[in-house]
């Protein structure tokens, strides 16, 4: 699977181990920056990740900001694309099993990297349940119609 990565300055500091911890699981990542830890604006790497994803030149993206909500709302704004801010593994689950999430978008700021690690495992791992989901993923990516 290839996986877009990126962060902000505040997820710099987790991005490089997301990344080994990506190809260590035997999936390629690509990081799509920024290069140092100096003051981003987050907008500018989460949309490349999400059209990145939406275009299929990635499977899957994971993006990094301080609480990963900046990030999660501004990839979702890509049509094609379900991006979801998660801080637990359960969560990362669901996301995958119920709703069919491409994006994940971590906190750099709240979450342990090793907390981060697993909910990367799970979202690269789950599958989606299909079924009654598949109906309700429908009715969401039917907004991106308007």
Known sequence: MRVAVASDHAGFCQKAQVIDFINSLGHEAIDLGPATDDRVDYPDYADPVARGVADGTYDRGVL???TGIG???TADKV???RAVAIQTPGFAELCREHNDANVICLSGRFV???TNDEIVKIFLEQPFGGGRHAQRVEKIMREDER
């Open 64 to 66: 990094i900001c301080g």
């Open 71 to 73: 990030m999660a709302m």
């Open 79 to 81: 049509p094609g694309i």
């Open 112 to 114: 342990d990297p090793t």
